[in-house]
């Protein structure tokens, strides 16, 4: 989802490269307040991705109840996965064992992650893995800041009361505490993700040119800093005018700014979507492979665009490719006994792994492991050995991962 903030309640999202993704400006709520949510998200390769986003699973101080239960396969890649100044709210809800294991959350400097208070049961059935008492221990993140005005009371904990207040229609009060987290601690996940709610509870015009004053206000006081950068992305998102000029001021005044990258996806995609310009979105495409090839909004960039810029060993030189992208075909005949053809193609040189599992995600055999070329292939699945039911097929090739069912009837 992009800049959406739907509420999900009762949902199973399952053997999806991600169960939910998130970015640009989204804050999805997973339970509502005085409520809980049980959403079942289990067995996909990211659980929860953010990419400047708020997604909200529980909160204790909001009264948002949580019970979602978060459950990766077994050597998936992570259960959450934040960057880009995101905020997640996670409390109360169940990670695959207790207390969580940390390895499975990926964030990085900019953002932040709260799940201590963590269930140590899963509160949609399945199994549940707890530790002994004596080693159960859960280290929650150490950087809490309390803030100036009331030293009782943490930015956190102000984020949470703003979401309770503006759910409930108290824009103002809302507005209030955001301003103050944001003065208080302006280079924290918990401010950019106030930005963020402010940015929803501005909806006429006039409290749109209150929002981007204070945000202009807000850039000037802070010019050295990365909500400052922030602030002016923002501003030009709510004022309009010359959009990309405002974008190409920043990459070029904030040349070691953590946003670089998703400037110039904001970039890509305004030429992509609003301009209908391809040949600019591909130049800027080009830019973002030269220098982060392997990042998650490259790939999403790649996939928006459907065509991928490869390149060239020898020299470096960047060429459009041909029309190419990563798929995974649906195999072939389905139901099948006991052989089927699975189909699938890759854009560039590089490492295939395909591997079945079984309805529990046990390996069941590899079907490639090896180096291929770029282009079409396929390959045949004998499933003689095997007994009847329900099996995944999972592709992953240069960060490509996914995962398709198909049935063996004997």
């Known amino acids: 989802m992009s800049n959406s903030f739907p509420l999900l309640q009762g949902n199973i999202i399952t053997r999806n490269s991600t169960g939910i993704y998130c970015e640009d400006n989204s804050g999805p709520l997973l339970c509502n307040l005085y409520d809980v949510g049980l959403n079942n998200i289990f067995e996909n390769d990211n659980g929860l991705y953010s990419y400047d986003s708020s997604p909200l699973l529980g909160s204790e101080a ?163 800093k990365e909500i400052g950068v922030y602030s002016r992305l923002r501003m030009a998102e709510i004022s309009g005018g010359d959009y990309i000029s405002t974008l190409n001021m920043l990459l070029s005044s904030y040349p070691g700014t953590n946003y670089k990258l998703y400037i110039k996806y904001k970039k890509f995609g305004y030429y992509l979507n609003e301009k209908g310009d391809k040949e600019n979105a591909g130049r800027i495409l080009s830019e973002m492979e030269a220098e982060y090839p392997e990042h998650r909004l490259t790939r999403e960039a790649r996939k928006r665009m459907g065509t991928i810029i490869t390149m060239n060993k020898g020299n470096s030189e960047k060429t459009k490719g041909e ?53 079409s292939h396929k390959v045949t699945f004998n499933a003689s050995r095997f007994a009847s039911g329900v099996y995944i097929y999972r592709i992953m090739a240069g960060g490509f991962i996914m995962s398709k069912k198909m049935l063996l009837i004997k």
């Open 62 to 224: 909001s009264e948002f109840y949580g019970y979602n239960a978060v459950v990766g396969y077994k050597g998936a890649e992570n259960e959450v996965f934040a960057i880009g100044g995101s905020y997640i709210m996670g409390e109360n809800c169940w990670w695959g064992e207790y207390p969580p294991e940390k390895s499975h959350f990926y964030k990085d400097s900019t953002s932040s992650f709260d799940y201590d208070p963590a269930l140590d049961y899963n509160p949609v059935g399945g199994s549940s893995k707890v530790k002994r008492e004596e080693d159960v221990t859960i280290d929650p993140e150490s950087n809490i800041q309390r803030t100036e005005g009331n030293p009782a009371v943490t930015t956190k904990e102000k984020y949470a009361s703003a979401i309770k207040k503006f759910v409930t229609g108290d824009k103002i009060s809302a507005a209030g505490l955001l301003r103050e987290i944001i003065s208080e601690e302006p280079d924290s996940a918990v401010s950019l993700a106030s930005i963020r709610l402010l940015m929803r509870i501005a909806e006429n015009e006039t409290e749109k040119d209150s929002l981007t004053r204070y945000l202009s206000a807000t850039a000037n006081s802070n010019e050295n």
């Open 323 to 375: 029309e190419l992208t990563y798929k995974l075909e649906n195999n072939y005949p389905n139901p099948f006994n006991p052989e089927t053809v699975i189909r699938y193609q890759i854009p560039l040189d590089g490492r295939v792994i395909i591997k079945v599992y079984d309805i529990l995600g046990r390996e069941a055999a590899t079907l490639v492991n090896e180096e291929q070329t770029r282009g």
